[in-house]
């Protein structure tokens, strides 16, 4: 399932957005935003695979909204002018919906993303991180949970707990976010390895997580509840 956020100041286009993502069986739209500047908070505190950008806004256009965008996702962009094209192709956009677009067209961009997240996927399953003198690898599938603290972070997998001197943004760069969610301002989880979710927590092995009412809405999204 790929997650996507909605950026553009008009309030139909993000309409025909909805409609044509929830017909879709391999898309969640779990947000969307009028502006870039809100979009910029969102992805701050919950990455996603895709983002559905207009570039024509006021107060800051699509691609400015790009160059303060740390961690980037896939792009559609969706604009109603043809002449951004080359523009899209310069930031290794997978798709450009030219408006009005229909649902075939709609869903033939999605599936190019899909072919993008498929291939990202097969290039990358670890990442290095640093303990003194030596970089240590971890796998993706291993991590159960990640608790932030200042630049220090917890990493606990299923054989230990590591912790490099390292942000949630630093992470996130790494991770594929399709597997990883924020559940609260502190923590991370992998929710493949969630066994189950009660009075607010989430409970992998023995370890009980905080989700918090900020994250909770999304959360729940991701998982469907």
Not at 71 to 95: G, Q, R, W
Not at 209 to 224: E, G, M, Q, T, Y
């Given at each position: 399932?790929?997650?996507?956020?909605?950026?553009?100041?008009?309030?139909?286009?993000?309409?025909?957005?909805?409609?044509?993502?929830?017909?879709s069986?391999n898309?969640?739209?779990?947000?969307?935003?009028?502006?870039?500047?809100?979009?910029?908070?969102?992805?701050?505190q919950?990455?996603?695979?895709?983002?559905?950008?207009?570039?024509?806004?006021?107060?800051?256009s699509g691609l400015?909204?790009?160059?303060?965008?740390?961690?980037?996702?896939?792009?559609?962009f969706?604009?109603?002018?043809?002449?951004f094209?080359?523009?899209?192709?310069?930031?290794?956009?997978?798709?450009?919906?030219l408006?009005?677009?229909?649902?075939d067209?709609?869903q033939?961009?999605?599936h190019?993303?899909?072919?993008r997240?498929?291939?990202l996927?097969?290039?990358?399953e670890?990442?290095?991180?640093?303990?003194?003198?030596?970089?240590?690898?971890?796998?993706?599938?291993t991590?159960l949970?990640?608790?932030g603290?200042?630049?220090?972070?917890?990493i606990?997998?299923?054989?230990k707990?590591?912790s490099?001197?390292?942000?949630?943004v630093d992470?996130?760069?790494?991770?594929?976010?399709s597997?990883?969610?924020?559940?609260?301002q502190?923590y991370?989880?992998?929710?493949l390895?969630?066994?189950?979710?009660?009075?607010n927590?989430?409970?992998?092995?023995?370890?009980?997580?905080?989700?918090?009412?900020?994250h909770?809405?999304?959360?729940?999204?991701?998982?469907?509840?």
């Amino acid at each position: 399932m790929i997650t996507a956020i909605a950026i553009d100041d008009e309030p139909k286009a993000i309409d025909v957005l909805k409609h044509h993502a929830s017909k879709s069986k391999n898309l969640e739209l779990i947000s969307h935003f009028h502006n870039g500047k809100d979009a910029l908070s969102f992805l701050q505190q919950q990455p996603v695979d895709l983002i559905f950008l207009d570039i024509n806004m006021p107060h800051m256009s699509g691609l400015e909204m790009l160059q303060e965008l740390q961690l980037k996702p896939i792009l559609i962009f969706t604009t109603a002018y043809s002449e951004f094209a080359v523009d899209s192709y310069m930031h290794n956009a997978v798709d450009y919906l030219l408006k009005p677009f229909e649902y075939d067209r709609f869903q033939l961009a999605i599936h190019k993303a899909e072919e993008r997240i498929s291939s990202l996927k097969a290039q990358k399953e670890f990442f290095f991180i640093k303990d003194g003198f030596k970089n240590i690898k971890i796998a993706f599938e291993t991590i159960l949970f990640v608790k932030g603290s200042g630049n220090y972070l917890d990493i606990t997998t299923t054989t230990k707990t590591y912790s490099p001197r390292m942000t949630f943004v630093d992470l996130l760069k790494e991770l594929p976010v399709s597997e990883f969610v924020r559940i609260h301002q502190s923590y991370l989880i992998n929710i493949l390895h969630i066994d189950k979710i009660e009075n607010n927590h989430v409970c992998i092995q023995e370890h009980k997580i905080p989700i918090s009412a900020s994250h909770k809405d999304v959360f729940f999204r991701r998982l469907n509840l």
